[in-house]
């Protein structure tokens, strides 16, 4: 870490914090952070493996938007997206527009850095009423070799808004170009008013050499619903958290996710649901592919607050271990001080199962494809769920299941 990156207060985490026990915490201390440059060029063809997807379009490049390959209009009515630069320039509060105010918590030295040096992004409002199914596009490019500076992490945040009774689905792709050790840092904040439905998808696939650190707040009202998958893919450390607050009555968050990892990767999966009023429903539902000398992480917590009567919750983490070096730590958490509350938790670790393989391979299938068809099995009931077929055919593809649609 760079000196004079962080407040006297704010101490980078370590192995005795839970969240980041697992984390490659000497890596970590290597990453740079400043403010964005305002000379970021975006690297050719980055974006044509990307799904072209038909509604706004918003292009960030190491921490800054890319006016030139962005799209702010479009789509469908009631929608409004400005770049988080403008907002606070507008704005008679800086920084209380672009969701600044409020994130410089000193528990977490990586969201402080953001507050610190996330001075652009995607600001997304929709209107009260609004049924927008066009979806909204959020590319977040690394470029770490761009500054000169060894270790450079750039910082960006999203802000989603929706009003009363509104409908709109987003997708965040984060992406990085070179081998430069380095990255992103991205958070996204969700504000879901009464009764309004949020679609969202956020897809890490960073190169080998990046880190990604990667947080979602989230927080809805009365009869709100968030239904959220992840696919946290690339990296040498990918980090997804989801912090959601359910702080109405009847709100429903569905999280699912997949990781998959290969070589020396450390997938990270961090979730916290809160259930802060009665009769909300969560669930949360994670898969992880383990293949090499890879580790997943999945330390997903559900905390049941007093007056939260009625709680339904239910968390399960089922993962797939290719390797005999493979591993995953999983710790499924379960906090509940109300009445008259379901909630559930498991996770299972496993090998393919030699049964199924002998099923397929007594049918003629060869061992590589009986292998390859459970694997994709197994992964694609996550990639099934995905409902924009661009987006979830660009995800079968990355993940070499061109067969699948």
Do not use: K
């Amino acid at each position: 870490m760079s000196p004079g990156s962080l407040a006297p207060s704010v101490a980078l985490p370590t192995r005795r914090d839970e969240a980041w026990r697992y984390a490659p915490h000497r890596t970590l201390a290597e990453l740079t952070f400043a403010p964005p440059s305002a000379d970021v060029v975006l690297p050719a063809g980055v974006l044509d493996s990307l799904p072209a997807l038909d509604g706004p379009l918003v292009v960030v490049v190491n921490g800054v938007v890319d006016h030139a390959h962005s799209r702010l209009i479009g789509g469908d009515g009631g929608v409004t997206i400005t770049t988080a630069a403008t907002a606070d320039a507008e704005s008679a509060t800086p920084g209380a527009v672009a969701g600044h105010d409020g994130a410089r918590t000193p528990s977490d030295a990586f969201l402080w850095l953001n507050a610190e040096h996330a001075h652009d992004g995607a600001v997304i409002d929709i209107a009260p009423g609004a049924q927008v199914h066009t979806p909204i596009h959020v590319i977040d490019v690394a470029v770490p070799g761009h500054t000169g500076h060894s270790g450079h992490t750039a910082c960006a945040r999203t802000v989603i808004r929706l009003g009363a009774g509104s409908t709109a689905s987003v997708v965040e792709t984060r992406v990085g170009v070179g081998t430069d050790l380095g990255g992103s840092n991205v958070r996204t904040m969700v504000t879901l008013a009464d009764g309004a439905t949020l679609d969202y998808v956020v897809v890490q696939d960073l190169p080998a050499a990046h880190v990604h650190l990667g947080r979602v707040d989230a927080e809805l009202a009365a009869g709100a619903t968030l239904r959220s998958r992840s696919f946290n893919l690339g990296a040498t450390y990918g980090r997804l958290e989801f912090h959601v607050a359910l702080n109405g009555p009847q709100a429903h968050v569905d999280l699912a996710g997949l990781y998959f990892g290969a070589g020396e990767q450390v997938l990270d999966q961090q979730l916290a649901v809160v259930h802060a009023a009665p009769n909300c429903v969560s669930r949360q539902s994670f898969r992880g592919v383990l293949d090499d000398q890879s580790t997943g992480v999945f330390n997903g917590g559900i905390d049941v607050r007093r007056g939260a009567d009625g709680t339904d919750a239910a968390q399960s983490n089922h993962n797939l271990l290719l390797s005999n070096q493979a591993e995953v730590n999983t710790q499924p958490r379960l906090e509940i001080l109300a009445d008259e509350v379901a909630c559930t938790h498991g996770a299972t670790v496993g090998q393919l199962d030699d049964t199924a393989m002998y099923y397929l391979r007594s049918r003629g299938i060869g061992a590589d494809e009986a292998r390859r068809l459970l694997i994709n099995g197994f992964a694609d009931q996550i990639v099934d769920e995905v409902r924009n077929p661009e987006v979830r055919a660009w995800i079968s593809h990355r993940l070499g299941h061109d067969d699948h649609e």
